[in-house]
């Protein structure tokens, strides 16, 4: 029987020639042409030898058990095995490996009378130890592990689809397959087997129910397309609008606090600017204030060292005016007794060659009377010239006294 290509699996045991062969017959699934079942070998019993054999090999991959005298010895380590009796026997070979087992049930009805198709899917594996291999062969053994799995899964299926109408049949896959894991592995785990997974892989609806039922799902995912693309248009305008908004609001709060902080700033400005001004008014103030204190302190200063100075100009004229005057009185004395010296010089050379005129005049009178007029021209003349010399000097003379009347009565016979 098989469902959607998946042939029903059958769990068997079958029997080999040598254990070498195991690891080969394992993987072998052969389907059964009288039922359809896809035959899943999970344990080998290999020949025994009648007396013995030279050499047995175990294999290392399954669980091999083995008896002797028909009496279970438990675990056969794997290697090769020399001289093997015959009341020696490897009993079971069990896989290790994790078994998929396919239970496709048919014609299933539902609560409103549907009937359906499922294929039910699970893998177990037998282990993990020894006990529990000897538990599943001693106590279960893969034909009866088969019946009974593939009624509890049956059974199962059928009952979970009856609870439920043909529309909801495919939204109980994953409840379904909880409660079914935890349902096997309470049932089969004292036997040394685990259920690892469970999942419902397929649900068939009769053909037309299903073309219904697809239409139908598929206007409703349409409608529910529509529905999501007009909430998601209505979503993106409602956002557009509220950006846009956001970004007003934004821009007035950013263009706000611009105002507020450019006031802000000019405020400080203006601030700083009153406060600039004030300290350059005052250290204008303080600046002109010691410049007018200095500069009347440098006056009083000044004045103070200007009336010094003009005292001791004052002074060093007045004592130089004074040496000069006095060097000029003393140069004026000098130079009047010099003139009085030259002059008394002059007037006694002229007194004497007055005299000696005199003298040759009157040898000459003695001599002859008529060079009296001509010595007296001659003396008169040379008198003048004496006279013309003295008033002709430009240097300053002072001569006082009845030499200096004399002189002046001689240069004005008429005064």
Request: hydrophobic share 40%; glycine share 4%; with cysteine.
């Amino acid at each position: 029987m098989d469902f959607q290509g998946n042939p029903h699996s059958k769990l068997v045991q079958r029997e080999i020639r040598s254990a070498l062969q195991a690891d080969r017959e394992f993987s072998k699934i052969t389907v059964n042409p009288s039922n359809g079942f896809a035959e899943i070998p999970i344990v080998l019993t290999p020949k025994s030898p009648r007396l013995f054999s030279v050499g047995v090999n175990v294999p290392s991959g399954p669980f091999v058990l083995w008896q002797k005298w028909h009496k279970n010895m438990g675990l056969l380590s794997p290697g090769l095995l020399v001289f093997w009796p015959g009341w020696n026997r490897i009993s079971h070979i069990v896989t290790r490996a994790t078994i998929t087992y396919n239970a496709p049930t048919r014609n299933c009805p539902t609560a409103d009378n549907v009937m359906v198709n499922v294929d039910l899917s699970l893998t177990f594996r037998i282990g993990p130890d020894i006990d529990a291999a000897q538990s599943f062969v001693y106590k279960l053994g893969a034909h009866r592990f088969d019946e009974l799995l593939s009624a509890t899964a049956e059974e199962s299926i059928r009952g979970l689809v009856y609870s439920v109408t043909h529309d909801a049949v495919n939204d109980l896959r994953e409840e379904f397959a909880v409660g079914m894991l935890s349902t096997l592995n309470s049932k089969f785990q004292p036997y040394g087997v685990q259920i690892v997974n469970v999942k419902i892989t397929d649900v068939k609806l009769p053909p037309d129910l299903q073309d219904r039922l697809e239409k139908t799902t598929a206007f409703k995912t349409k409608m529910s397309e529509q529905e999501k693309s007009h909430e998601n248009r209505v979503r993106v305008l409602e956002d557009e609008a509220t950006r846009t908004m956001e970004g007003v609001r934004r821009e007035n709060a950013r263009r706000l606090q611009e105002i507020v902080a450019q006031r802000k700033r000019y405020e400080i400005e203006r601030r700083e600017m009153e406060e600039a001004a004030r300290g350059e008014a005052r250290v204008q103030e303080v600046r002109a204030m010691g410049e007018a204190d200095v500069a009347l302190k440098k006056s009083l200063g000044l004045e103070a060292v200007e009336k010094v100075k003009a005292r001791q100009e004052a002074e060093a004229l007045m004592k130089k005016t004074h040496v000069l005057c006095q060097t000029m009185k003393i140069e004026a004395e000098q130079k009047v007794n010099v003139e009085i010296k030259n002059s008394e010089a002059e007037l006694a050379v002229a007194e004497s060659n007055a005299a000696a005129m005199i003298a040759r005049a009157e040898a000459e009178s003695d001599g002859a009377e008529a060079l009296k007029e001509k010595r007296r021209y001659e003396l008169e003349w040379e008198r003048l010239k004496v006279l013309e010399a003295i008033a002709s000097n430009q240097s300053r003379k002072f001569i006082t006294g009845e030499k200096g009347d004399a002189i002046l009565r001689e240069l004005i016979p008429d005064l």
